[in-house]
T-cell receptor
Framework: DSGVTQTPKHLITATGQRVTLRCSPRSGDLSVYWYQQSLDQGLQFLIQYYNGEERAKGNILERFSAQQFPDLHSELNLSSLELGDSALYFC????????????FGPGTRLTVL | AQKVTQAQTEISVVEKEDVTLDCVYETRDTTYYLFWYKQPPSGELVFLIRRNSFDEQNEISGRYSWNFQKSTSSFNFTITASQVVDSAVYFCALSEAYNTDKLIFGTGTRLQVFP
């Protein structure tokens, strides 16, 4: 158990809908990362937050957004969902970012029908 | 540009065989970190090891060992006396210290260990 929690574990929804994925980092970790794992794209970095502020952005679609709250938990919002958004979404956390190791949560499997 | 290549898509071995998973990386930075993660069939990503670019010492942890060679930009992972529980997808990843903290993953190697 990495100490990173993600909810829900599974999510099934329809095209055009909006969903929110939630992540709680390990106790004491300030940095949260979101990654998407799909069959065609592999594991791709989406976005990073550090102590409430956006720190880095990767291949994140404009339909996706994220935030990190004062209690350091993070949410990833996916809107106008398409079939191609079906994937495993991972959250990871690290202490200070940079040289610290990222520990991953169990992931949220999103299926868009 | 930074890149991680895991040329072996899938490897099958019989229990007790030794197996080496290859990882080759590209980076312009002189300070970087290399990682291996394991993704068992249950789906979670489990951290195995982190290496920084200044430490080329090989590392052994039980049946696992890692060979880091800057001269060939490789960070290979060997499992000695493989077991069925080692069956998983293994990912090599790179993080550049100067360019955010994101991990750049290889495409993974699926290891199947048969009894």
């Amino acid at each position: 158990d990495s100490g990173v929690t993600q909810t829900p574990k599974h999510l099934i929804t329809a095209t055009g809908q909006r969903v929110t994925l939630r992540c709680s980092p390990r106790s004491g970790d300030l940095s949260v990362y979101w990654y998407q794992q799909s069959l065609d794209q592999g594991l791709q970095f989406l976005i990073q937050y550090y102590n409430g502020e956006e720190r880095a952005k990767g291949n994140i679609l404009e339909r996706f957004s994220a935030q990190q709250f004062p209690d350091l938990h993070s949410e990833l919002n996916l809107s106008s969902l398409e079939l191609g958004d079906s994937a495993l979404y991972f959250c990871a956390s690290s202490g200070r970012g940079g040289i610290d190791t990222q520990y991953f949560g169990p992931g949220t499997r999103l299926t868009v029908l | 540009a930074q890149k991680v290549t895991q040329a072996q898509t899938e490897i099958s071995v019989v229990e007790k065989e030794d197996v080496t998973l290859d990882c080759v990386y590209e980076t312009r930075d002189t300070t970087y970190y290399l990682f291996w993660y394991k993704q068992p069939p249950s789906g979670e990503l489990v951290f195995l090891i982190r290496r920084n670019s200044f430490d080329e010492q090989n590392e052994i942890s039980g049946r696992y060992s890692w060979n880091f060679q800057k001269s060939t930009s490789s960070f290979n992972f060997t499992i000695t006396a493989s077991q069925v529980v080692d069956s998983a997808v293994y990912f090599c990843a790179l993080s550049e210290a100067y360019n955010t903290d994101k991990l750049i993953f290889g495409t993974g190697t699926r290891l199947q260990v048969f009894p």
